[in-house]
């Protein structure tokens, strides 16, 4: 499952690890959509003023601390991001570092494993939905290129040339009824 990314050596030169491509998408988006679902829960609450800020901002800093703890063990390790291994330690660091802060000893154990168990059932729920997300993007990608028409009964019709040059005289005959209209009536 873990593959390697080193590059040949070059004459005799020890081999180097090239950085993985996407480490700040896979840090930057799961942080601000974490603060976006906190701010979210935060407005739905009783006491939506306080908490709103509060949980948005406590959201992204467990979800950008755990995501980088994840990519600071791929990258230790050498993995694909797709490894569960990687969200395993960083649930289990993140965890430790954070319930350290807010609980002492038990906060650390006890916050290490709910994150590695959250963090790591999120990112095997992310890898089992991929494939079904990327199917349907490419659905709504292939339907947004062709063309495409609503159904007979809808109030929305799509006009040809022809539709459009009679509703534009229709048009400009109204207006000009109404024009000779409020004209008619100033001058009584």
Same mark, same amino acid.
């Given at each position: 499952?873990?593959?390697?990314? *080193?590059?040949?050596?070059?004459?005799?030169? @020890?081999?180097?690890?090239? /950085?993985?491509?996407?480490?700040?998408? *896979?840090?930057?988006?799961?942080?601000?959509?974490?603060?976006?679902? $906190?701010?979210?829960?935060?407005?739905?609450?009783?006491?939506?003023? =306080?908490?709103?800020?509060?949980?948005?901002? !406590? &959201?992204?800093?467990?979800?950008? +601390?755990? +995501?980088?703890?994840?990519?600071?063990? *791929?990258?230790? *390790?050498?993995?694909?991001?797709?490894?569960?291994? !990687? /969200?395993?330690?960083?649930?289990?660091?993140?965890?430790?570092?954070? $319930?350290?802060?807010? $609980?002492?000893?038990?906060?650390?154990?006890?916050?290490?494993?709910?994150?590695?168990?959250?963090? @790591?059932?999120?990112?095997?729920?992310?890898?089992?939905?991929?494939?079904?997300?990327?199917?349907? &993007?490419?659905?709504?990608?292939?339907?947004?290129?062709? /063309?495409?028409?609503?159904?007979?009964?809808?109030?929305?019709?799509?006009?040809?040339?022809?539709?459009?040059?009679?509703?534009?005289?229709?048009?400009?005959?109204?207006?000009?009824?109404? =024009? &000779?209209?409020? &004209? !008619?009536?100033?001058? /009584?």
């Amino acid at each position: 499952m873990a593959e390697t990314h *080193r590059q040949a050596p070059a004459d005799g030169e @020890t081999p180097r690890i090239r /950085s993985s491509e996407g480490w700040k998408e *896979r840090i930057m988006i799961p942080t601000f959509l974490g603060g976006m679902v $906190g701010g979210g829960f935060g407005l739905v609450s009783k006491h939506r003023k =306080v908490h709103a800020a509060s949980l948005a901002a !406590n &959201l992204a800093i467990v979800a950008g +601390c755990y +995501c980088g703890a994840r990519e600071l063990a *791929r990258d230790a *390790r050498v993995s694909e991001p797709d490894d569960l291994i !990687n /969200s395993l330690i960083g649930g289990i660091s993140s965890g430790a570092v954070l $319930g350290r802060l807010q $609980g002492g000893r038990l906060g650390a154990i006890r916050y290490s494993i709910i994150f590695a168990t959250v963090g @790591t059932a999120l990112d095997y729920a992310t890898i089992q939905l991929k494939p079904h997300f990327n199917k349907f &993007l490419d659905t709504i990608h292939q339907n947004a290129n062709s /063309s495409w028409s609503l159904p007979e009964w809808s109030p929305i019709q799509v006009m040809d040339e022809e539709a459009l040059a009679a509703k534009r005289s229709r048009e400009e005959q109204l207006y000009s009824q109404r =024009v &000779l209209g409020k &004209l !008619n009536k100033e001058k /009584s």
